[in-house]
């Protein structure tokens, strides 16, 4: 039955249409021949927050390309409500692992960029854009630069130019990566809030990382990778109440399954 | 046949030449940077007078330089060193500069490492500091080699008066071709002249591309690179970085900063540093110490009627200045709106961009003095009889604009490869649209590339417009000729050999140029360190 499915086109389209974002079937290999992954399979449901999580170098940051349409799978497809993927739209949005702001513009200006190319006027756009900076804490911090601000508040100006976009979906590779543990922290703590209120149109998240702990505190749905090339080695559902505690014996019941499936990564012999 | 072996010979002495005094450029280079960085005041004069000499076009003091030589060394000597002189000082700022900023910026570590073996000075040199200003020399020597070439023709064969000097090489050669019409021969040489060259850029790129892969050290490396990362695309983006003209600004200016490693020497050690120290000043000392006598020997011998004459025609020579000013101008703006479109084109698609970069460096390099008369002889007729009065005019904008193009659209290309891969992900994921890219993104993200690019390019503007607004009999019977402007004036009064005059119009150039370099270049790229450096804007990229 299952092979029918990938096989049948339409039936694909209409079953990843349930889905706000649903990647099929996905082979990819880069142009010197390193082949990442095999027949990756990864469904977002209506407003749920999808985790990746693997070791460095599995191909984390190459699966999020592929998921935004910046790259292009040999095989395989991803369907945004069950419309194919073929390249970057502003209806995905990716938040970079390497902080990315614009020095020459302010941060209000970094997150007005959103808004100019869809056709509103500048009074809108800069009040969706104060908007933006708001529901990420920086209100008052507008006109600052990139570099008078700490590495969490940059994060927090790229999160609002990429929600002043209005993406339904959010791609988010390691996010907190190039944070201290402080700031990462209070960071983690927002963003369930920030992403899901009832203001934003975002009808789902995927973030991949390499920190279980992070992944069990924010993740609906997780996707564990591994392998090379990659395949998805496990799945595992996390259905604790929000906010989470790392310490309760259920969390590291699902870290403990994480772990198991991390064991070192088989390569397959070519 | 005879006349064939001729030509590839003065094609050779040539090309001899121009590479002859670029390897003594890096040869010199790599004990003036050394001095340099060991000894600050040494480090601030040469510094401060390379940036002056770099913006002050050579041709503009050659007046002067051709006097020294060819009356006080005299002979096929002078001449000969009258010409390597002008060739020189096309080529050698570039490498100087690279240089010394490759020295100053030789990780710590490494030389930690050299302290602690206590390697001696010519060990320093050979393992660590001259295997470290490869790549940097790799970059700077494309531009050099365009510059040395540039000036051949009027570096070979020049008139002072009624004298006219030669010394051999394919300039004089093709002088005397031209002269007695040999038209055969004439593209025969063209199409030699044209062989060497691309030879000679072939060559550079296969060095610049052995020095990045193999000399560069990998921590500078960006960790991601747009699109797919291979070791020959990370390698040429590196040569990039090497070329990047803020880590150059940004690297002696922050590593004036940094204070040193304490220094615990015994006693000799310290003798030995002060020693070096002392070297360094008084090589300094020694160099201001030529230009001033320079000077005052220059001063001493204008007599003092003719000073009241240099005086009074000061006003005109600041008028005749507008005009070039504005002829610049006019050259900047074709540059750079041409520099923006394919620039951007050629660093968004690689395969033309595999071709039209060499096509780009290869013209580039090949000299437009040399092949302008034929082009003026084939085009004047149709050309006047469409701009009428304005003909000359548009000959001497064209020249100035192919000999100049080039740096502002290397720099913008190079700016552009040089934005981190994350900026285009950004622009692709909302959908920006051409202009908007341009204006909010790649404009500004290669800012201090565009600065660098302009001033280069205004640079050099100057040597195009000091062949084209005098050049008589361009062709025979025809003059190439503008109405104001001083560099046809510093000419008119070269060729007539009033040196004096020429040499007073080519001071008051110098000191504008270099007033304006100071006042503009370098707070355009204050500016642009404090806030234009797209590398920045990536965390950790
Ligand atoms: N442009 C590229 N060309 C070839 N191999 C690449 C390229 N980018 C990444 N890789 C390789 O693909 C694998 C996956 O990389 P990446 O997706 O960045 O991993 P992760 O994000 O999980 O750390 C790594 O082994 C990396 O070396
Ligand atoms: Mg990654």
């Known amino acids: 039955m299952d092979e029918d499915l990938i096989k049948d086109n339409a039936m694909q389209r209409a079953r990843a249409a349930q889905y706000v974002l649903s990647a099929v079937g996905i082979d990819f290999s880069y142009e010197n021949g390193y082949k990442v992954f095999e027949n990756i399979n990864i469904d977002v449901g209506q407003n749920e927050f999808v985790a990746i999580v693997g070791p460095s170098g599995i191909g984390k940051s190459t699966l999020l390309r592929i998921l935004g349409g910046f790259l292009k799978p040999d095989r395989g497809s991803v369907y945004l409500f069950g419309k194919p993927i073929i390249r970057p739209t502003p209806d995905i949005i990716l938040i970079h692992q390497s902080i990315v702001t614009f020095p020459w513009l302010t941060a209000l200006e970094n997150v007005m960029l959103s808004l100019k190319v869809r056709n509103v006027s500048d009074e809108e756009a800069e009040k969706a854009a104060r908007n933006a900076l708001e529901m990420v804490g920086l209100q008052g911090f507008e006109d600052l630069y990139p570099k008078e601000m700490s590495g969490g508040m940059r994060q927090r100006v790229a999160i609002a130019r990429a929600l002043a976009a209005s993406p339904l979906v959010f791609l988010m590779d390691e996010p907190f990566a190039h944070l201290d543990e402080l700031t990462a922290e209070g960071l983690r703590q927002d963003i369930y809030n920030i992403l899901f209120s009832p203001d934003t149109p975002l009808k789902g998240v995927v973030l991949v990382s390499h920190n279980l702990t992070e992944v069990v505190e924010l993740a609906d749905e997780i996707y564990v990778l591994n392998n090379v090339p990659a395949t998805v080695v496990g799945k595992v559902h996390v259905d604790l109440p929000r906010p989470r505690n790392p310490r309760s014996e259920e969390f590291n019941q699902i870290l403990d399954a994480l772990y198991n499936y991390l064991t070192p990564p088989k390569v397959k012999k070519l | 046949m005879n006349e064939i072996l001729l030509i590839t010979l003065a094609t050779l002495a040539t090309a001899g030449r121009v590479l002859g005094l670029i390897l003594i450029s890096i040869f010199t280079g790599w004990f003036l940077a050394y001095a340099a960085i060991k000894g600050k005041i040494f480090e601030n004069i040469y510094i401060s007078l390379i940036e002056v000499f770099e913006s002050v076009p050579v041709i503009s003091f050659f007046p002067i330089v051709l006097i020294i030589f060819v009356t006080r060394i005299g002979g096929p000597l002078g001449v000969e060193m009258a010409a390597d002189f002008l060739v020189f000082t096309a080529v050698v700022w570039n490498i100087w500069i690279g240089e010394y900023q490759a020295f100053k910026t030789v990780p710590r570590e490494m030389l930690e490492v050299a302290e602690n073996y206590q390697m001696s000075f010519l060990t320093k040199m050979r393992r660590i500091f001259i295997p470290f200003s490869y790549p940097r020399i790799a970059a700077n020597l494309f531009p050099s080699v365009s510059d040395g070439f540039f000036y051949i023709t009027v570096s070979e064969v020049f008139s002072v008066g009624i004298h006219t000097y030669q010394t051999f090489g394919i300039g004089t050669v093709l002088d005397s071709l031209v002269a ?22 072939i060559g550079l790129r296969e060095f610049s591309r052995y020095a990045v892969s193999k000399y560069t050290v990998d921590t500078d490396a960006p960790i991601i690179r747009r699109g797919r990362l291979n070791v020959k695309q990370t390698t040429r983006l590196l040569s990039v970085v090497a070329r990047n003209p803020l880590s150059r600004l940004a690297g002696y200016y922050r590593s004036r900063a940094i204070s040193r490693p304490p220094e615990v020497f015994e006693k000799h050690e310290i003798r030995k540093e002060k020693i070096s120290r002392y070297t360094s000043i008084a090589i300094g000392v020694i160099i201001l110490g030529l230009i001033l006598y320079s000077s005052v020997d220059l001063i001493i011998s204008v007599p003092h009627s003719e000073w009241g004459r240099l005086f009074s025609i000061t006003p005109r020579i600041v008028l005749y200045l507008l005009y070039d000013y504005l002829r610049v101008g006019v050259i900047l703006a074709i540059s750079f709106v041409i520099a923006i479109f394919l620039g951007y084109y050629l660093a968004m698609h690689s395969r033309a961009e595999g071709i039209g970069v060499p096509i780009i460096q290869a013209l580039s390099a090949y000299p437009p003095p040399i092949y302008l008369p034929f082009i003026f002889a084939a085009s ?35 700016g552009v490869k040089a934005l981190p891969a994350e900026y285009f992900e950004v ?7 051409y202009f908007s890219r341009m204006r909010s993104i790649i404009l500004p993200g290669t800012f201090p590339y565009l600065i660098s690019g302009i001033s280069s390019t205004i640079n050099s503007a100057w040597g195009g417009l000091m062949i084209g607004e005098y050049w008589p009999d361009i062709v025979a019977g025809r003059s190439l000729e503008v109405h104001f402007g001083l560099m046809k004036f510093i000419d008119v009064q070269t060729n007539t050999g009033n040196i004096a005059l020429a040499g007073w119009g080519s001071f008051i150039f110098g000191i504008v140029v270099a007033i304006y370099s100071i006042l503009f270049t370098r707070r355009m790229m204050d500016l642009a360190r404090k806030r234009y ?9």
């Open chain 2, 533 to 541: 450096v797209a590398e920045e804007g990536v965390f950790a990229a």
């Open chain 2, 180 to 201: 007695s019409g040999q038209t055969r021969l004439i593209y025969i040489d063209l199409a030699i002249l044209a062989v060497v060259i691309i030879l000679i850029i």
């Open chain 2, 427 to 433: 622009m692709k994921n909302l959908n920006m649209g």
């Open chain 2, 380 to 414: 004047f007729t149709a050309i006047h009889s469409v701009l009428g009065a304005f003909t000359d005019e548009f000959y001497v904008l064209s020249l100035g604009f192919v000999s100049t193009f080039y740096y502002i659209f290397y720099s913008f290309w190079m």
